[in-house]
């Protein structure tokens, strides 16, 4: 189970992941698998990828919190390489995602369905701001034009430690925005790809089932 702990922090101090906002918090090990190579979008994909194998990372580090107006995962995972700087399409960045669905039973391996959407939050060194990203099935993904998401991450001594975060109250369509608040129940799971083995897209390490969330009041 993974639970958002109400604290006395500011944004910018839960933003840092090496802030003062998440000491006493604990870190919920979630345990990572590389993504079904039959689950990616082509047969030439599949038949390059399956002897070189992929999903590189074997667990998340992931801890929670939130100030009654935002709430912040703050995710970290062991990596020897630090691929911020991506510099051709020959280079790919370090990435990890929050995934959650809208609604409660949306499958995680087929990112969604058409009723039942799923959002991802994805965190990219190279970018600003994390991408706000949903998606009704597999090869449906949208990155929203507009995103909510803040995010900052640290590489150091072969670790990344990266937090994510969006305010509870947000002006975008109900039917993209995942409900959450002080006091609510719902789901997630986490990605991470390792840019140094060339993982994108849907080659990664991932959590196929849903881990409960709790937000407290």
């Given amino acids: 189970m993974v639970t958002a702990v109400r604290v006395s922090a500011s944004d910018d101090a839960l933003l840092n992941p090496e802030g003062s906002g998440w000491r006493g918090i ?29 999903g590189a990372t074997p667990e998340v580090r992931v801890a929670a919190a939130h100030n009654g107006t935002a709430i912040f995962f703050r995710m970290e995972w062991d990596d020897p390489t630090d691929n911020s700087q991506p510099n051709d399409m020959a280079d790919f960045p370090d990435q990890a995602g929050v995934m959650m669905p809208v609604k409660q039973d949306a499958p995680i391996t087929e ?31 949208v990155r929203q034009p507009d995103t909510p998401l803040s995010g900052s991450g640290i590489w150091s001594d072969g670790v990344w430690r990266v937090v994510v975060s969006r305010p509870f109250n947000v002006s975008m369509p109900a039917g993209i925005v995942v409900p959450l608040a002080p006091g609510v129940s719902h789901k997630c799971t986490f990605a991470v790809w390792q840019g140094a083995a060339k993982e994108r897209g849907g080659l990664k390490a991932f959590q196929a089932t849903w881990q409960p969330l709790e937000v407290e009041r």
């Fill in 26 to 54: 604990g870190l919920e090990r979630i345990e990572l698998t590389p993504t079904p190579i039959v689950l990616q979008p082509s047969e030439y994909v599949q038949n390059k990828w399956e002897p070189l194998g992929h």
């Fill in 111 to 141: 990112m969604g369905l058409p009723d039942q959407p799923v959002n991802m939050w994805l965190w990219r060194p190279d970018m600003e701001a994390p991408l706000y990203v949903t998606s009704t099935g597999r090869g449906t993904s």
